[in-house]
């Protein structure tokens, strides 16, 4: 598992450098575009970093125009983070080079195999790690297997 988790990594860090991102880009985009706008807060909760390290994520997918953060109305303290349309199709663009890797690496299985190793993963996730389903992790599931 270790080695497959390397090639794929190494893979889809060559894949991902051209279009500007990394994986935490793509995880961050991911769960904006399948979560809608959050705050900054819920997104740091949602992705298990510190506030601090947040904003630098953010900034560098705002400098790349992927992201937008805006004021809340509701609360001028906080910040609504949403997925911009350049955002949108960088991160198509993204998931379409990551198909090309998951081929590339698991190439040997066909599709029923695939699907049936991606369900195992999610199982196996949801038991190591607590809470991993009330916390809305399930949905970056889909990124992270594909980084």
Same mark, same amino acid.
Do not use: F
């Given at each position: 598992?270790?080695?497959?988790?390397? !090639?794929?990594?190494v893979r889809a860090e060559a894949v991902l450098?051209?279009?500007? +991102?990394?994986? !935490?880009?793509?995880?961050?985009?991911?769960?904006?575009?399948?979560?809608?706008?959050?705050?900054?807060?819920?997104?740091?909760?949602? +992705?298990?970093?510190?506030?601090?390290? @947040? @904003?630098?994520?953010?900034?560098?997918?705002?400098?790349?125009?992927?992201?937008?953060?805006?004021?809340?109305?509701? *609360?001028?303290? !906080?910040?609504?983070?949403?997925?911009?349309?350049?955002? *949108? #199709?960088?991160? $198509?663009?993204? #998931?379409?080079?990551? $198909?090309?890797?998951?081929?590339?690496?698991?190439?040997a299985l066909d599709g029923k195999q695939r /699907?049936? +190793?991606? *369900?195992?993963?999610? /199982?196996?996730?949801?038991?190591?790690?607590?809470?991993?389903?009330?916390?809305?992790?399930?949905?970056? @599931? #889909?990124?992270?297997? *594909?980084?």
């Open positions: 598992m270790d080695h497959l988790a390397r !090639r794929i990594r450098t051209p279009l500007g +991102l990394r994986p !935490r880009h793509l995880i961050t985009l991911t769960m904006l575009r399948d979560g809608g706008g959050c705050s900054q807060q819920t997104l740091a909760g949602r +992705l298990e970093m510190d506030g601090t390290n @947040v @904003v630098g994520l953010l900034n560098d997918l705002e400098k790349l125009g992927l992201v937008e953060r805006r004021r809340s109305p509701e *609360d001028r303290r !906080r910040h609504v983070v949403e997925l911009t349309d350049a955002g *949108d #199709e960088r991160l $198509a663009k993204a #998931e379409l080079a990551l $198909a090309g890797v998951e081929d590339e690496v698991l190439g /699907q049936a +190793l991606y *369900d195992l993963l999610r /199982q196996a996730a949801s038991g190591a790690i607590p809470g991993w389903s009330e916390t809305g992790h399930g949905a970056c @599931v #889909e990124a992270a297997r *594909d980084c």
